[in-house]
């Protein structure tokens, strides 16, 4: 008997980049502005556009949100995460992706932020969607 799902044509699975940018024990967060999770802290990252890699995406996305630039190229792949129910707005596949930067730069939040800051990696406050499991994932590669 084939199994059942709760996905159906009509609904398209969207994909997604997220970075972790570290530096100097230090993890980078946006504060949404929009729901879901308007007010809490996530990851920079966003939708892959039509014609974009999911890594020029993630670049894109990290300096669009937090006025930081770090060129594709330097994005180095932690897995993809693709569990079902893992945002509540539908079936959305993220790539992520991580780098280091030698020092902090200070960000500047933009489309999606309302805010954007450093935060210890030690500290760190409680985020939205699964991104608590792409940042461990991303600290034990």
Not at 2 to 30: F, G, Q
Not at 50 to 65: F, I, K, M, N, Y
Not at 91 to 102: E, F, I, K
């Amino acid at each position: 008997m084939p199994a059942t799902t709760t996905e159906t044509p009509d609904k398209p699975i969207r994909l997604t980049a997220d970075v972790v940018l570290l530096a100097a024990r230090h993890i980078l967060l946006i504060e949404r502005k929009w729901a879901p999770f308007e007010g809490r802290w996530a990851l920079p990252g966003g939708h892959v556009d039509s014609g974009e890699t999911s890594r020029a995406a993630g670049a894109r996305e990290l300096q669009e949100e937090t006025g930081i630039t770090v060129p594709a190229a330097d994005l180095r792949l932690v897995r993809t995460f693709d569990a079902p129910g893992r945002d509540p707005r539908g079936r959305y596949v993220s790539v992520a992706y991580t780098a280091t930067l030698p020092s902090l730069i200070q960000p500047t939040a933009g489309t999606d932020a309302a805010s954007a800051r450093w935060w210890p990696l030690d500290m760190l406050p409680d985020l939205a969607f699964d991104h608590a499991e792409i940042v461990a994932a991303a600290r034990n590669r």
